[in-house]
């Protein structure tokens, strides 16, 4: 298996622009989780679904952030519109519900200035 | 929860040493806890894990120890290695899914 894989690795964009970030989990894996990496803050928990369903998004930040799975091999993080604090990495993970140990991907690191 | 830093704190070791990274959490509800090392451009990779039924579990090199009276956890790795330069994070993986603020572990050959 290639891992979890996650789209763009690096994006930089302007203030106010829309930007969509893409996760591929591991195959037959049913739970995928986003997190947000900063220095400030570390890795938070933004939000996780299991077997495509949202469970906990009470980390997401606020109305900009939208989550999506339409089915068990994609998901979206969607920031509409951007700002420089939403400057960070993102990363996705992936396991089987219930194993709890998270294969991360290697992130998409964020820059909106 | 976990203290919000503005930097992490690191431990430099000499090749060969061993090496003890201490993380506090805060849930005493937890009953899963994982130590998770991140490399530099890459995403946290699984090192060791351990329920809360047990007070401590070895692996290669590696040992974790966890004290649910205090709520502890330390990462204790054996015979450092250059290779072991990353920065370690303790995570509870259950019922929250939830990262400490992780420890940058600097290796001296």
């Known amino acids: 298996d290639a891992g979890v894989i996650q789209s763009p690795r690096h994006e930089v964009t302007e203030m106010g622009q829309e930007v969509t970030l893409r996760c591929k989990p591991i195959s037959g894996h049913n739970s995928l989780f986003w997190y947000r990496q900063t220095m400030m803050r570390g890795l938070e928990l933004l939000i996780y679904f299991n077997n495509n369903v949202p469970i906990d998004d009470s980390g997401m930040p606020e109305d900009r952030f939208s989550a999506k799975m339409p089915n068990a091999s994609f998901s979206t993080l969607k920031i509409q519109p951007s700002e420089p604090r939403d400057s960070a990495v993102y990363f996705c993970a992936s396991t089987l519900r219930g194993a709890n140990v998270l294969t991360f991907g290697a992130g998409s690191r964020l820059t909106v200035l | 929860g976990e203290s919000v830093g503005l930097h992490l704190p690191t431990l430099s070791v000499q090749e060969g040493d061993n090496s003890i990274i201490n993380c506090a959490y805060s849930n005493s509800a937890s009953d899963y806890f994982i130590w998770y090392k991140q490399e530099s451009g890459k995403g946290p990779q699984f090192i060791i894990d351990?329920?809360?039924?047990?007070d401590k579990r070895q692996g290669q090199r590696v040992t974790v120890l966890l004290n649910k009276t205090v709520k502890h956890l330390s990462l204790q790795i054996a015979a450092t290695q250059p290779g072991d330069s990353a920065v370690y994070f303790c995570a509870e993986m259950g019922p929250q899914f939830y990262f400490g603020s992780g420890t940058k572990l600097n290796v001296k050959p």
């Open positions: 351990i329920r809360s039924n047990m």
